[in-house]
């Protein structure tokens, strides 16, 4: 099929304003839309396009172009499938005519129905305008043959007889005789294409002798070479005759013929050179884990070559790729959810609170049912949260109003008025009731105004610190008998509960339910040699040793890591969505898919399938799932014989 050339594509495209060819200025896109409208009722398809895809470029996110240029896409494609198989059969029944008639005739029915689908769609078309002359033939061809059929059988002897002797003359060169043959054979058949072809032919011969037997030598030569498959060669001797005889059937049946071999031997090469642009496209996708799209490539590798290369066995090892390609994903994912993870509680534990924060938000987005990772974010929020009541640093919005009330409290109680100082804690504390300098200050008030007050509260504030110990959180519990101590350094056993504090060691801290530290430490030990054997069975059985001593003991570390490893190996299960399935499309993506994909529209209306493909396959390089763009490309490919 003939290409069109690159700027008349573009002028389909973007419908340029020459000629009064593109929409005025100022004009609304309803104006756009009713002139496309005008032309493609008059089947004007390409100046249809050009008007639907200006208002794509007005307005992105029009569904009434795009359904519109699907139409006109969808139209086009029927008419360029019709007109394939006219041809097709078109060819076959040249082929059976002579040989088999009732073959001839049926495929002779099939291309003018497949014709008159292709015309109906767009009668402009101007490669559909030279095959409606030659369906007029073919079925004057048909009515010809059948009418000699129709002939009584004693015509049909006479009629053979004729043309017979008449074919006998011209071969002895006794042209007189065979045009008299021909002309008794035309009398009972006065349309017969063989006979009229035969009078015509010894006519000229009689007229111009030279003319003939040039004609006669450029057959032999022609045939020659035909048969020596030197095809190019053939076709200039055939051309030559229709110089001189430019009616001549002979040489116009072998030069169809020797126009259908060369497009096949190009084909064959536009198969090869595709196939292998295909088939390096496919290895390269492999290398990038793109299976899906290596899959299609190596697909339409087979539908231009069926034993190109190694390509049979590239798609019998797909799955097996595919496979190892989500374990390792796999593998990697639990290897960056253990480190994150692990990352989380160490910053935790040195009171990095915000850094743990983001690294147990990372394993979250790694792993999204992360109980584990879920409860520590709550806790780490929770320490932030005390840490900025404790604290008001300068990024605070409240820095500047406790500043000055720690200021003015400050220098107040320096001065002895204790009352006075006291309102400025009081005031910090009622926005902020964990802040350290407040509470700490508050505490020096009551001492110096009221000491039975002050002992009340710092018992409170003792037993919340014995309390921490039993969770084990010795660094706040040391953190309230200090604050004490450094009011009233005589409180009792202060010296003792923040030596307690400070020792914090394994043998000394309080575990759930009265177990000791060797219990904990013998029960995380089988957790780890089940671990260690492997096996579905095994693993569950060290789930539970771990998950008891988290029970125990909720802040061992090594114990969490193990119960984070196993519980994140379970959720990941075999395998790991592939990646190239991908995060959903960004809106720049999106817009290149809708560019990307009415180009191969418009290059397909101008009949140039070849760059229609690429312009979908670009569709598919950004966005894998795109159905309609992987539909196209198969069409195109079918319709290009490949």
């Known amino acids: 099929m003939k290409k069109r050339t690159l700027a008349l594509i573009l002028a389909a495209v973007f419908s340029f ?37 200006r208002i794509l470029e007005m307005d992105q996110n029009n569904e009434n172009a795009q359904k519109k240029i699907e139409m006109l896409y969808e139209e086009k494609h029927k008419k360029d499938v019709s007109y394939q198989r006219a041809r097709a059969y078109f060819r076959r029944a040249a082929e059976q005519m002579g040989v088999n008639f009732a073959l001839a005739k049926l495929s002779s029915e099939e291309a003018i129905k497949n014709f008159v689908s292709a015309y109906r769609v767009d009668p402009n078309d101007p490669e559909l305008q030279i095959m409606k002359e030659e369906m007029r033939k073919l079925q004057e061809e048909v009515r010809i043959e059948e009418e000699k059929r129709r002939l009584s059988e004693e015509n049909q002897k006479k009629f053979n007889e004729f043309m017979l002797a008449a074919e006998e003359h011209m071969k002895k060169l006794d042209f007189e005789a065979a045009v008299k043959g021909y002309k008794a054979a035309l009398k009972l058949l006065p349309k017969d294409l063989r006979a009229v ?64 071999i060369l497009e096949e031997g190009r084909n064959l090469e536009l198969k090869r050179a595709q196939a292998e642009q295909l088939y390096q496209r496919g290895i390269d996708n492999v290398q990038k884990k793109n299976f899906n799209q290596a899959v299609d490539d190596f697909e339409s590798v087979l539908s231009l070559i069926p034993e190109y290369k190694d390509v049979k066995n590239r798609l019998a090892n797909m799955e097996r790729l595919r496979k190892e390609w989500a374990e390792e994903q796999r593998m990697q994912r639990l290897k960056d959810i253990d480190k994150e993870f692990q990352n989380g509680l160490f910053a935790y534990a040195n009171r990095n609170f915000k850094d743990s924060l983001s690294y147990f938000e990372k394993t ?7 109980e584990l990772a879920k409860k520590y974010i709550e806790m780490v929020k929770d320490a932030l949260k005390d840490v900025e009541e404790e604290v008001v640093d300068t990024d605070s919005p409240y820095y500047d109003i406790v500043n000055s009330l720690v200021v003015s409290g400050r220098q107040l109680y320096d001065r002895g008025e204790y009352p006075s100082s006291r309102e400025r804690w009081e005031k910090i504390l009622k926005l902020f009731p964990k802040n350290r300098i407040a509470f700490e200050y508050l505490l020096r008030c009551e001492f110096k105004m009221n000491p039975r007050r002050f002992g009340e509260i710092a018992l409170k504030y003792v037993d919340e610190g014995r309390d921490f110990m039993k969770e084990n959180k010795f660094e706040k519990a040391l953190s309230n008998f200090e604050m004490v101590k450094s009011i009233s350094p005589e409180y009792p056993e202060i010296e003792n509960l923040i030596a ?13 339910g009265g177990v000791t530290a060797e219990e904990i430490e013998a029960v995380y030990n089988e957790g780890m040699v089940y671990f260690g054997r492997g096996g579905e069975q095994n693993v569950k059985l060290a789930l539970e040793k771990f998950q008891w001593v988290v029970a125990k003991d909720p802040a061992n570390v090594k114990a969490l890591i193990n119960l984070n490893k196993i519980t994140s190996q379970l959720r990941a299960g075999g395998g790991v969505a592939a990646a190239e399935e991908g995060a959903a499309l960004t809106e720049k993506q999106r817009q290149l898919v809708r560019q990307y994909y009415y180009n191969g529209i418009a290059y397909y209306t101008s009949n140039n399938f070849d760059k229609a493909i690429e312009e979908w396959y670009k ?15 198969k069409k195109c490919l079918v319709l290009l014989g490949r």
């Open 364 to 370: 979250l987005r790694l792993d999204p049912g992360n």
């Open 17 to 53: 304003a020459l000629n009064g060819g593109g929409p005025s200025f100022g004009e609304t896109i309803e104006e756009i839309d009713r002139r496309a409208s005008e032309y493609y009722e008059n089947k004007e398809f390409s100046k249809a396009l050009g008007e639907w895809l």
């Open 619 to 633: 569709v598919l390089a950004i966005d894998p799932t795109h159905e309609k763009a992987r539909n196209n490309i």
């Open 500 to 512: 307690f504090a400070r020792q914090g060691t394994q043998q000394k801290k309080v575990f759930a």
């Open 197 to 260: 072809e035969g009078y015509r032919t010894a006519e000229m011969a009689l007229n111009n002798r030279l003319k003939f037997e040039k004609i006669q030598a450029l057959l032999v030569t022609g045939l020659a070479l035909f048969n020596e498959k030197k095809y190019k060669e053939a076709r200039l001797e055939y051309e030559q005759i229709i110089a001189l005889d430019e009616k001549n059937k002979e040489a116009s049946r072998y030069m169809r013929k020797i126009d259908d």
